[in-house]
């Protein structure tokens, strides 16, 4: 497939792939790194942008479901390439409990098959070992999302 028809045709990773590393800085700068999350699941969710009512519809059902997610060990992290003052604001402004990352280069957009013209809403789940358990474009609920971990290997 040609590389522009992928950014918008192409699948996710799939479960079972490992996670591709990475280290972003947050809305204030400080670095994150997947590899320091080991040991508990990680849920990826790559959105369009900051202040658009999809995403921020997505981030609040999160946010609302934090307890869900901490009951079930996983940190979320929002990536997308808008810069540190934009996250800074639409996390504050809606009190999100977890950070929001910039990949201003979209690299790691990139890695996870999220990037194109605009950011592809993307959400992932990555167990304890650093391997993918859910890929899927869209906003499914976190019940979803975690009722993969019951699979083998889970929580």
């Given at each position: ?6 950014a918008?045709?192409?699948k996710?990773?799939?479960?079972g ?7 972003l ?21 790559f959105?369009?942008?900051?202040n658009?009512?999809g995403?921020r519809?997505q ?10 997610l901490?009951?079930r060990?996983?940190q979320v992290l929002?990536i ?8 800074r ?5 809606n009190?999100y ?5 910039v ?5 790691v957009?990139r890695?996870?098959?999220a990037a ?6 993307t959400v992932?789940?990555?167990d304890?070992?650093?391997?993918i ?6 906003s499914?609920?976190?019940e979803?999302?975690l ?6 290997a889970?929580?």
């Amino acid at each position: 497939m040609l590389q522009p028809l992928r950014a918008w045709f192409g699948k996710p990773l799939p479960p079972g792939t490992p996670a591709p590393p990475f280290e972003l800085p947050d809305q204030d700068g400080k670095p994150v790194r997947l590899a320091d999350l080991r040991g508990g699941n990680v849920l990826l969710v790559f959105y369009p942008g900051d202040n658009t009512p999809g995403c921020r519809r997505q981030l609040c059902e999160l946010r609302d479901r934090w307890d869900l997610l901490l009951s079930r060990h996983t940190q979320v992290l929002g990536i997308n390439p808008q810069g540190p003052d934009s996250h800074r604001s639409f996390r504050g402004r809606n009190r999100y409990p977890f950070p929001l990352l910039v990949d201003q280069g979209k690299e790691v957009c990139r890695r996870y098959r999220a990037a194109g013209p605009i950011t592809r809403r993307t959400v992932y789940l990555i167990d304890r070992e650093g391997i993918i358990r859910f890929a899927e474009r869209g906003s499914p609920s976190p019940e979803r999302v975690l009722a993969a971990l019951d699979g083998p290997a889970g929580d």
